[in-house]
């Protein structure tokens, strides 16, 4: 073994700090050392000309370089090895500049000390193993799960750099939230106007041939790993083929069932073979087997009798089993309102006239149950209202974090409550007043400037609503302690934003951990928000936070960047080699490494009874390896061999 | 030098006893921590020899026993603050482990000050020349760690690899 040192002066700075001569002298006398050399500047671009040139001459077998911060050049100096045609990780690099020249004032402990810290990483890099990155084949396919604003953005900019996307949604109809709402915070745009462009581009855009849409769809298994997932989905039959269907909705008003209609939130009534709302896309009804009189075994034809198209309904349709394989999974599964009968006080289920922000937003949707009047459905237009913000939020037993999009669409429902039946009056309740954005505070301004509207805000858990007569009476208390009380026609509250109802179960499915609040946890809530724990899964929308469309679409957008620069055309997948790994004859299958790796990375071979890394997804921390009991775990370019000699060379 | 500053633990006065400490620094943040206190040029004892690893959590329980067997009379184990590891949770699982070895040690005569963990995040420059200078000064009131005890305590095999 040769190694061969390389002791950096910083231009004439360090021999200023540490005596060179000594260090020479007592690092050449080390078995192993065969030159040591100080260099002026290691870092400038003759320095490494320089490096390049000597080990091509000198031929080490590994080299030690002691300079400054490897958190800054390490990489560079491995290139330099690379291409003197060393591998790079026969590389150590010591920090004598900031750790120990310029820390030490006296020029005999800097020097022992420096002396001390090179001699280690001699005594280390001779064990260093050759790594070299693999390179890995992969499928560049994407499936995104969730077809509302994040899924669709992220799928149409797939599509549209040529990737072929498989589009899980599992509801009948397109678009999420939002396309069920009459009008978008903070310009009051229409909801399905905005929406509406996008999803023809999915459907008929140029690019729609890169997209298969799958509604009714859920994916039920995952397996594999980022560049080679292999993803199950369950369709369930829509009983109307989209094909032949010319959306006349011919077949929906012969339906004899009646059942609540879910997209309205149960607010109306729908038959068995349904659209969702008025203008859902894709424009295909869907039948509702369950409901459908021929489930019980009815011989009901009738929706099938009035298609005009031959063959476009069919009974006998089967659910689909699909397998895909895909690079890359995006979630844009989204979110869900906190189920409001966990809130006792505030009346919902109980009080007649309490209703959600989602199922107020389909009373004012022309499309929705009241054909856009401002009324309770089968009731009377309301007077006054009283809308409650903070409910369930900000509240330290309930969900404490404050979702953010509340107040923007409580004073959205003011302008329009104000547009649709002038001069009701508008009570906002709130614990909090949150708008940041540009357009936001606007929206507050219109709200403050509507001479029917007031604000008070209420002290936490001092608010409740009762019934009174048929009508809603609040009663609360300020955080000064004066009490109020106001009877209303409507209550409409805003909950707390919280995951979807099975989004715990998508999560498991996926592997994906998700965080204490149930939202998909991202790998940095600040550096790496659309990118899950798990290496190839990425989260856009509001499955991973409460957020607003404009933040959806731009984490979908972003998803899409992370799978075109990660999977990038033309490119295999690198594999980094600081990885662990399991010595088989050791493993005694007590998965304690699994327990403790952050990353998913270590499976469990259920045949061998042994844990088993993979190298793809691991990050190379050494957890693992310091946690594994029976010493089965290595960490590559850290082996407990390795550092035990550095240990041991530190010390002598 | 730009400034040379006396540390708490004045180097002036003269020491019969001069410890020797492995200090085990985790890349993303306890690492960059001395880098920054290099940069500011401020002066610590010298007796903290440095072992870089990725994560705390790759410090190992045996890593530590081999310092004391090597020769190492105390030991500082550096990571990120809670909730800033670089890979998620690598810092709580290093400070379990050394909550663990408190108590192995405590079994075989070596004081708690012997074994210090804490956190230093990329911008404590000073918080790790604190750290240090207090470290070192602790061990230099414990004295030399005695070497029979920990000789017979820990069988100087390597761990299997
Ligand atoms: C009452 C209310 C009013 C709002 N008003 C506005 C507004 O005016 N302006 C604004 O900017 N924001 C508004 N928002 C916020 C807006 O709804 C969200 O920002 C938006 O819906 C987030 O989009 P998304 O794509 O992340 O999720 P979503 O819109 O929720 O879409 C998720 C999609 O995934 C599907 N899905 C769920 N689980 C699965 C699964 N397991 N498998 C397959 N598919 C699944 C769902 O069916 C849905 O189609 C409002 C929110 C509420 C609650």
Redesign the pocket.
Known sequence: MRTGIYLCSCGDSLPELIDFHRLQGELSRLEDVAYVKPVAYLCAEEGKQFLENDLGQQRPDRVVIAACSPREYERAFMQVLERAGLNPYFLQMVNIREQVAWVTPDISQATSKACAQIRAAAARVSLHQALIKTELEVCRDVVV???????LRCALALAEAGRKVVL????PV?????VR?E???PNLECGPCILEPMLGDLLHGPHSANIEVLTL???TGLKGYYGNFHVSVQQAPRYVDGELCIGCVDCIPPCPVQVPNEYNFGLDARRAIALPFLGALPNVPFLDARACLRSSGAECSLCRDACPVDGAIRYDEPARFIERTAGAVVV????A?MDCRGLPELGYGTVPGVYT??EF?RILASNGPTGGELKRPGGPSPRSIAIIHCAGSLDERRQPYCSG?CC??AF?FNQLVEKKLPGTTILHLYKELVFPGKEEFSIYQRARRNPHASFIRYAPGRLAVSASGGAAAVQYEDPAGNRGREVVDMVVLCPA?TR?E?GGG?ARILGAPTDRFGFFQELHGRMDPVQSRVKGIYL????QRP??????VVQGMSAAGYVLSGLADGRKLEIEPITAQVDDNRCSGCRVCGAVCPYQAIGFQPERGQASINALLCHGCGTCAAGCPAGAIQGSHFTSEQILAEIEAVLA | MIEVQTSPDSLSVPHTFEPKIVGFLCNWCSYAGADKAGAAQLSYPPHVRIVRLMCSGRVDPHFVLQAYRDGADGVLILACHAGDCHYQEGNFRAAQRHRMLLRLLAQFGIEEARCRFDSVSAGEGEKFVRVVSETVAAVRALGPLKRPAIDQAIPHSPPPE
Do not use: H, W
Request: hydrophobic share 40%; glycine share 14%.
């Open positions: 799960i969730g077809a509302g604003p994040a899924g899980v949604e599992r509801s397109l678009g999420g939230l939002p709402y009008e978008i915070f769809a859920e994916v844009a599964t989204g979110s309102l922000s989602l937003e999009i923007d669409y959205k934003i979807t099975d998508l856009a929308g509001s499955c957020m607003d469309i404009q933040n959806a």
